[in-house]
């Protein structure tokens, strides 16, 4: 089970944003989902490794990639060849 | 043979969320061909939207390498098709721009996420569509739609360029109305790109043939039993019949693992898509987010004012399920699952070539029927088991029920896409002919 203030917690580490009028029906969604997750449970014995698959690596080396203008052409708001963003700190 | 393709297409379907009115094209195995693209693949100079606000004046600085190799095969890109939003959904009512509506029966849904593919296809307006299947989002629509739709093998069709929603279940894959033209297309954009690491290189370069002697056909009770519609059950039972007259024999085969398919798939696909849809922030493209405003107020603002309901329901629960503590219980289990899963596939297809079933539990949905999030993920029953153990699977129309278009499903091992097109094809050519 999951409350209205856990809601409010996952909206908030998922940065999603939530108006207080969706909570109570987010709730009872997720509860319902989860309870249909329940089934998991039942999955017995733990995950073994893959066999026959390896990673793909590669040499980290410059290849061709967009020119500045392009990267910068979708943003909001650029200053000096740059993207600017929200004050982190 | 060169040109421009002049595309103005009645469109009362609401299929595309744009058109290309001039669409150049050039020579090739596709010169000339009209092909619709689902708005969620990368088209340079072509605003891609993901049928979301959060999108809102993006166009594209690249294209995905599916759209390069259409090019070079001299197809025209006339269009980007509506979905539903980042794909979350099977009825393509999510999208910002509006429902499309089944040319069939313009009161039902086109099935999703890529409706309008399926339904600039039905329509008539295209011969040729491409569209992405993270849990049958190709194949659906397909099966509500009367037209047919293939997701490829995971590995076969680069994801370069392809929007990121769940990127160990996706592919990009062909629609068409005929499985003729299906592969066709598939030929052309199932070529190796090293961009895309979880690629492996095995082009399909295939011509189907309707041979299906001494194949073996495996029929899973699973797909048979409770939720589906015993009208669609009894109509792919049919079509399995047709395959039998053709030379095919059946065996029975078990999937025990669908009993969590669901579950798993939708822990694992929500899980990815809250960490694909972080970078949708309003920094580097989208509506531009108010920079003046501290970061968490500002993110939340522009994701909650730009995001659907149903896009930020599967963020939060895909958060939810990775986070501290809860991550054992869920994604853990999602994983163990879904290997137990690609075991029941790999057991049941030592004894079959193929796996057949229907699509869909039902016919297309009356527009605005589901409202419940957890109805709608169990539609997804018979589709996303497949993309859980990275297998072939197509959907071909298999006759009606209520006059509305009922899809056949045909899986096959990793790889062999060729032999899931050919039974396809042996079933439409003899139910055509």
């Known amino acids: 089970m999951v409350t209205e203030s856990d809601i409010e917690h996952i909206a908030e580490l998922a940065d999603i944003g939530i108006s207080r009028d969706e909570v109570p029906e987010f709730t009872r969604q997720f509860n319902a989902i989860l309870e249909y997750f329940e089934v998991l449970d039942t999955v ?46 | 043979m060169a040109g421009t393709l002049d595309f103005s297409p009645d469109d009362r379907c609401n299929a595309f969320i744009t058109t290309c009115r001039e669409a150049p094209f050039s020579d ?44 070079k095969e001299g197809a025209a ?78 590995g076969r069709v680069s994801r370069y360029g392809l929007i990121a929603y769940a990127n160990s279940l996706e592919q990009i894959g062909p629609m068409a109305r005929t499985v003729e033209d299906v592969s066709r297309l598939m030929s052309v954009i199932a070529k190796y790109d090293p961009r895309d690491s979880t690629m492996l290189d095995r082009p399909y370069d295939h011509r189907p043939s309707a041979d299906i002697a001494g ?97 930020r329901r599967r963020v939060m629960l895909g958060t939810f399920a990775l986070s501290a503590g809860y991550a054992g219980r869920y994604y853990a289990k999602a994983l163990g699952a879904r290997q137990k899963i690609r075991q029941d596939f790999e057991r049941a297809l030592r004894d079959a070539d193929v796996i057949a079933g229907p699509t869909m539990p039902t016919v297309a949905f009356r527009l605005g029927e589901k409202t419940d999030p957890l109805s709608l993920y169990l539609a997804d029953i018979l589709t996303a088991p497949a993309n859980l153990a990275g297998i072939p699977a197509i959907s071909v129309p298999c006759g009606r029920v209520d006059g509305l278009p009922v899809g056949f499903q045909l899986m096959g091992r990793q790889f062999e896409d060729e032999r899931v097109v050919d039974a396809a094809y042996a079933y439409e050519q003899e139910v055509r002919a």
């Not at chain 2, 299947?133 to 997701?151: E, Q």
């Not at chain 2, 696909?269 to 970061?295: H, M, Q």
């Not at chain 2, 107020?297 to 995001?307: L, P, S, T, W």
């Open chain 1, 44 to 89: 017995e014995g733990e995950r073994a490794p893959a066999d026959g698959i390896t990673n793909v690596f590669r040499e980290d080396e410059p290849r061709p990639c967009l020119p500045q203008e392009a990267v910068l052409a979708n943003a909001g708001s650029t200053e000096n060849g740059f993207i600017k963003t929200p004050r982190v700190m």
């Open chain 2, 28 to 71: 090739g195995a596709l010169a000339g061909v009209a092909v619709a693209v689902k708005d969620n693949i990368s088209t340079a100079g072509i605003r891609t939207t993901c049928a979301s606000r959060i999108l809102e004046g993006y166009v594209p600085p690249y294209d995905a390498h599916v759209i390069e190799l259409l090019r």
């Open chain 2, 77 to 154: 890109i006339v269009g980007k098709t509506n979905m539903d939003e980042f794909g979350m959904g099977s009825t393509t009512e999510t999208s910002a721009f509006g429902p499309t509506r089944n040319p069939v029966d313009p009161t039902r849904v086109p099935g999703g996420s890529s409706g309008g593919s399926a339904a600039a296809l039905a329509a008539g307006l295209v011969p040729m569509a491409l569209g992405t299947d993270t849990g049958g989002s190709i194949r659906c629509p397909a099966a509500f739609c009367g037209v047919v739709g293939l997701k490829p093998t995971y």
């Open chain 2, 215 to 311: 194949l073996r056909v495996g029929v899973p009770e699973e797909y048979f039993g409770e939720g589906v519609d015993p009208r669609v059950a009894e109509t792919v039972r049919d079509a399995i019949g047709v395959l039998e007259e053709l030379g095919a024999s059946t065996v029975p085969v078990s999937i025990p693992g669908m009993r969590y398919a669901l579950a798993a798939y939708y822990v694992i696909c929500t899980g990815e898509a809250s960490s694909n849809l972080a970078r949708f922030d309003g920094v580097r493209y989208g509506p531009a987010v108010d920079i003046r405003k501290s970061w968490h107020d500002a993110y939340q603002e522009i994701r909650q004012a730009n995001f659907g309901a149903e896009v």
